[in-house]
């Protein structure tokens, strides 16, 4: 049986997008594949716009005078507890009288925790975020920049303040363009150089190496090889990994201490860097300082074996976790015809018969359930603490995938949470019980899709909290 255009209207909102939102189904009925095609044509698709928001450096310099002003407060502190001892020492008893003002001035005392200025920026991206999900049309373009995060992710636990402005400036911004494009902008940027070691990667024979008797850290050569482009165990040896690593030596971050101006901000060391060619993959790059290392990559991101990796994990994330061999051969031919267009690429994942199997084979990570249930009720948290916490508590932390692979695509990893959504679910048909008709909500979430046996349970259902946790716990909801 083949889904009306209703159907595909919703089928469209799960599988590309973040579920529907009410009258999103209807909206799109006419012509589904034209409403997502519309939506990534859009100018400024997948971009988040807001002139307040600090570029990845700004963020780390802020952190860094933050910081540095809190140590000189505490050294401060220090030095006036060292001298009031002192004093004390010399003080006759009637000296040693209570001094009601300095009780009075203990900083913080019984004031609640106020985010530091820091937090406050890290809390911004994370609301921004969190907002483009829930208001997207349908959410297509996010689920693209979402993919492609995560194969390119940095953890927000090692680099905290920058990772939100990772994904702006090298994600979002060549969602629809070129992989190359996002294959740079990833690896130069200093989230990425700092999550992955590289730096502090020194050359051997290198002028720093040579001196300083440090060496080369292969963190991120070997993951951009093994997970950004080539795919594990393919096409290339540890030797590959050692000398790609030496020709991105000296792809560094500006001193912070010494330039606070420009702190952060990426550069090319070329004192940290291995002189001479390379010979990767059977090709010898000559020496030739920062472009190197971008000659490589700019090969790797036109390889085949590159094509056939990043087409299995699309086709894997849009259809299912065994996708068919024929939709990579096709996602991988697009990808080597338009020279790594990835706007090419989602449309590829338009047109595949296999992406709109009414058969629905994916389990939503929980920050893509989560996202749906906002969607669907029409509102969501716009403080960044609810949203970590509903977030970690799912087992899906923000921005903190626990390894470079990032977060596992395969429904297998999400099962055991289920009980954990049904908590939250729980709490949101309590808050919205007195606002949303549970009838209404089955049908602009899942319409056509609900079967039979999900809308006799709904119905029966013993109140309206538990009619729309039902809805939200139905099979039909969780699945992409």
Same mark, same amino acid.
């Not at 402005?165 to 070129?178: F, W």
């Not at 070691?197 to 502090?200: A, L």
């Not at 921005?399 to 470079?404: G, I, K, Y």
């Given at each position: 049986m083949s889904l009306d255009a209703k159907g595909a209207a919703a089928l469209a909102l799960h599988r590309f997008g973040l579920g529907p939102r009410a009258g999103s189904i209807a909206a799109i009925a006419s012509d589904p594949r034209g409403a997502l095609l519309e939506e990534i044509e859009k100018p400024g698709a997948g971009q988040i716009a807001d002139k307040d928001m600090l570029t990845a450096p700004q963020a780390a310099r802020l952190a860094f005078s933050y910081n540095q002003e809190q140590q000189a407060k505490r050294i401060s502190a220090r030095i006036s507890t060292e001298q009031r001892q002192t004093t004390m020492a010399v003080m006759t008893p009637e000296d040693s009288k209570p001094d009601d003002t300095a009780m009075m001035t203990v900083p913080g005392a019984g004031e609640p925790q106020q985010a530091t200025p820091p937090q406050q920026n890290v809390n911004r991206e994370i609301v921004r975020r969190t907002s483009a999900a829930i208001n997207a049309e349908i959410g297509f373009a996010e689920r693209l920049v979402w993919f492609w995060s995560n194969h390119f992710c940095v953890s927000a636990d090692i680099v905290t303040n920058m990772a939100g402005? &990772?994904?702006?400036?090298?994600?979002?911004?060549?969602?629809?363009?070129?992989f190359s494009d996002m294959l740079l902008a990833a690896e130069s940027h200093p989230a990425m150089l700092v999550y992955l070691?590289?730096?502090?990667s020194v050359g051997p024979m290198s002028v720093a190496g040579l001196l300083n008797k440090i060496g080369l850290n292969e963190n991120l050569g070997r993951e951009i090889l093994e997970l950004h482009t080539l795919g594990v165990r393919?096409? &290339?040896t540890q030797e590959d990994v050692y000398r790609f690593a030496k020709t991105i030596t000296g792809w560094t971050l500006r001193p912070m201490a010494t330039d606070l101006e420009r702190g952060n901000e990426f550069m090319f060391n070329p004192r940290r860097h291995e002189p001479g060619p390379q010979t990767i993959l059977g090709k010898t790059y000559p020496e030739g300082g920062v472009e190197q290392g971008q000659a490589v990559l700019a090969d790797l991101a036109r390889h085949p074996a590159t094509a056939a990796h990043v087409s299995f994990k699309l086709a894997r994330h849009f259809s299912a976790d065994e996708p068919s061999p024929a939709l990579v051969e096709r996602l991988s031919k697009r990808f080597l015809d338009t020279d790594g267009d990835l706007k090419e690429m989602a449309k590829a994942l338009i047109e595949a018969p296999e992406t709109w199997d009414e058969q629905r084979l994916k389990l939503k990570r929980p920050s893509e359930w989560l996202i749906a249930c906002w969607r669907a009720i029409g509102a969501g948290p716009a403080e960044a603490r609810r949203i970590l916490d509903s977030h970690a508590y799912l087992g899906e932390r923000f921005?903190?995938?626990?390894?470079?692979k990032g977060f596992a695509d395969e429904q297998s990893a999400w099962i055991d949470g289920l009980s954990q959504r049904l908590d939250i679910a729980n709490r949101i048909g309590e808050l919205v019980q007195a606002r949303i008709e549970p009838e209404a909500l089955l049908e602009n979430s899942l319409g056509p899709l609900a079967s039979e046996e999900t809308r006799k349970v709904v119905a029966r259902a013993e109140s309206r909290p538990q009619a729309i946790t039902l809805t939200l716990m139905a099979p039909e909801f969780q699945r992409r």
């Open positions: 402005a &990772y994904e702006r400036e090298a994600i979002r911004a060549h969602v629809l363009g070129k070691d590289n730096f502090r393919s096409v &290339y921005w903190r995938p626990s390894a470079p």
